[in-house]
Antibody
Framework: QVQLVESGGGLVKPGGSLRLSCAASGFTFNDYYMSWIRQAPGKGLEWVSYISSSGSFIYYADSVKGRFTISRDNAKNSLCLQMNNLRVEDTAVYHC???????????????WGQGTLVTVSS | EIVMTQSPATLSVSPGERATLSCRASQSVGSNLAWYQQKPGQTPRLLIYSASTRATGIPARFSGSGSGTEFTLTISSLQTEDFADYYCQQYNNWPQTFGPGTKVDIK
């Protein structure tokens, strides 16, 4: 079955960096667009970034553009999010998520990882 | 950015009753609208996409309707497992955006 397992979260000071990883299994990873979506504690959902199946197309939310970098390694079935210059408002659970389109970006999500908590605080 | 709003913020319903949740987009998103259910401590679950198509395994009591800027999720007869938060999400434009959610709780 499809599994998405995130790691790399933790407590970091404002201005610091973290690298999140997502290990994917149970499907042909290189066929699917992947995303990072975050949810601040007790709040709603915010799309952070997505990357096409080949890695050729990448989009970022304005709130993270220039600070976050999404990448994927199709040989290792992994998705990453490099987060630099972190701000207090980046505090959230970060979910790795799969778009159901094979080689196509439908734009919604059919599988979510449980997420990894990033806390930015001095 | 397309702003999504949902109403009401909280909906109190008795088991067996019908629940009607609304979602509005700040500009037309066509039929590019999805609905998710989220229970405490769980990840969102896809219910509806393309405004009215049920995702795999979703019971027929869940139905979606609407197009353009106005959308509705209807739960025809609420079961105890349906008490949860519900989010709409547009995917017509990047960034794909979510509504703030409607909490369906037990009356």
């Amino acid at each position: 079955q499809v599994q998405l397992v995130e790691s790399g979260g933790g407590l970091v000071k404002p201005g610091g960096s973290l690298r999140l990883s997502c290990a994917a299994s149970g499907f042909t990873f290189n066929d699917y667009y992947m995303s990072w979506i975050r949810q601040a504690p007790g709040k709603g959902l915010e799309w952070v970034s997505y990357i096409s199946s080949s890695g050729s197309f990448i989009y970022y939310a304005d709130s993270v553009k220039g600070r976050f970098t999404i990448s994927r390694d199709n040989a290792k079935n992994s998705l990453c999010l490099q987060m630099n210059n972190l701000r207090v408002e980046d505090t959230a659970v970060y979910h790795c998520a799969r778009d159901p389109g094979r080689g196509y970006n439908y734009g919604f999500i059919d599988y979510w990882g449980q997420g990894t908590l990033v806390t930015v605080s001095s | 950015e397309i702003v999504m709003t949902q109403s009401p913020a909280t909906l109190s319903v008795s088991p067996g009753e019908r629940a009607t949740l609304s979602c509005r987009a700040s500009q037309s998103v066509g039929s590019n609208l999805a609905w998710y259910q989220q229970k405490p401590g769980q990840t969102p679950r896809l219910l509806i996409y393309s405004a009215s198509t049920r995702a795999t395994g979703i019971p027929a009591r869940f139905s979606g309707s609407g197009s353009g800027t106005e959308f509705t999720l209807t739960i025809s007869s609420l079961q105890t497992e349906d008490f949860a938060d519900y989010y709409c999400q547009q995917y017509n434009n990047w960034p794909q955006t979510f509504g703030p959610g409607t909490k369906v709780d037990i009356k």
